[in-house]
């Protein structure tokens, strides 16, 4: 079992830049992680996610090319690398984990979460 913290949110114009990071309890090395979202009033999306050596990254079309997934097995953290912000990205986000190698796209395929951190971006 893995505890997964999120931090790194905040305030932010468009067009600006943030960094996500996700810390985890214990060792990160065999799980697949991933980035949700969730916006005022909807339900929560997929935002990015990687696998567990961190070779092959997968993103939601409203983010690709603007956000970066990445980890550091060694320091079982993960980060999402957010740029170009638009007030649509406005959400909190959460970090989750996996068991296995392969990164997943939905939601009931992680086993673990964060509890979240705020992002808002203004216009």
């Known amino acids: 079992q893995v505890q997964l913290v999120e931090s790194g949110g905040g305030l932010v114009q468009a067009g600006g830049s943030l960094r996500l990071s996700c810390a985890a309890s214990?060792?990160?090395?065999?799980?697949?992680m991933g980035w949700f979202r969730q916006a005022p009033g909807k339900g929560r999306e997929f935002v990015a996610a990687?696998?567990?050596?961190?070779?092959?990254?997968g993103y939601a079309d409203s983010v690709n090319g603007r956000f970066t997934i990445s980890r550091d097995n060694a320091k079982n953290t993960m980060y999402l690398q957010m740029n170009t912000l638009k007030p649509e990205d406005t959400a909190i986000y959460y970090c989750?984990?996996?068991?296995?190698?392969?990164?997943?796209?939905?939601?009931?395929?992680?086993?673990?979460w964060g509890q979240g951190t705020q992002v808002t971006v203004s216009s």
């Open positions: 989750a984990a996996r068991g296995g190698p392969l990164l997943k796209l939905r939601e009931r395929d992680y086993d673990y």
């Open positions: 214990g060792s990160i090395s065999t799980y697949a």
């Open positions: 990687i696998d567990w050596i961190g070779a092959t990254p």
